[in-house]
T-cell receptor
Framework: GAVVSQHPSWVICKSGTSVKIECRSLDFQATTMFWYRQFPKQSLMLMAT?????????EQGVEKDKFLINHASLTLSTLTVTSAHPEDSSFYIC?????????????FGPGTRLTVL | AQRVTQPEKLLSVFKGAPVELKCNYS??????LFWYVQYSRQRLQLLLR??SRESIKGFTADLNKGETSFHLKKPFAQEEDSAMYYCALSSGNTGKLIFGQGTTLQVKP
């Protein structure tokens, strides 16, 4: 149980285009999901907290107009990288917190590799 | 400020040797601490959480509030333990995880 999927697993796009990444909790409900960036051989950097039915909460330094987050249902959050540039190339990882448990354990998706040409 | 520090970027040991991956934290409230592991080409997965006081794959971690530490230990390392290990602190009601920088554990045959 507690599986999180991401789609796509990798994407290559041209500079200036927008890319949408989906994060789904497959067998549990998640009122809260999280989006991270991970650079090679580095730790995860939290970008934003995605809240079902309300606005996302962004970490300091993360542009909310650049990284649009939508959490329309209890099992789906999307991250849209708008007007992507090469410096946005990274590994994007989502995680979900199980609504039905009392712990703050997060379940992680496999990640999406974004390459902007 | 809330912070998690893993002082070692790389820890290399021989198979059968004891392992201790260090983690120190800074947090004003009652912390909820985790160890996550990321094997090569796999997703991040939970290894341990301090509230469970469990042993997983031979690993244990004890929360020491006096020293603000949550070190991960295993008495006899195995080659399959080679991975990246992250210590993480849960931040209050938001459930946000603050990650340490990660330690790569390399177990040599």
């Amino acid at each position: 149980g507690a599986v999180v999927s991401q789609h796509p697993s990798w994407v290559i796009c041209k500079s200036g285009t927008s890319v949408k990444i989906e994060c789904r909790s497959l067998d549990f409900q998640a009122t809260t999901m999280f989006w991270y960036r991970q650079f090679p051989k580095q730790s995860l950097m939290l970008m934003a907290t995605s809240n079902e039915g309300s606005k996302a909460t962004y970490e300091q330094g993360v542009e909310k107009d650049k990284f649009l987050i939508n959490h329309a249902s209890l099992t789906l959050s999307t991250l849209t990288v708008t007007s992507a540039h090469p410096e946005d190339s990274s590994f994007y990882i989502c995680s979900a917190r199980n609504y039905g448990t009392a712990t703050n354990e997060q379940f992680f998706g496999p990640g999406t590799r974004l390459t902007v040409l | 400020a809330q912070r998690v520090t893993q002082p070692e970027k790389l820890l290399s040991v021989f198979k059968g040797a004891p392992v201790e991956l260090k983690c120190n934290y800074s947090y004003s409230g009652s912390p909820e601490l985790f160890w996550y592991v990321q094997y090569s080409r796999q997703r991040l997965q939970l290894l341990l959480r301090h509230i469970s006081r469990e042993s997983i794959k031979g690993f244990t971690a004890d929360l020491n509030k006096g020293e603000t530490s949550f070190h991960l230990k295993k008495p006899f390392a195995q080659e399959e333990d080679s991975a990246m290990y992250y210590c993480a602190l849960s931040s209050g009601n938001t459930g946000k995880l603050i990650f340490g920088q990660g330690t790569t554990l390399q177990v040599k045959p």
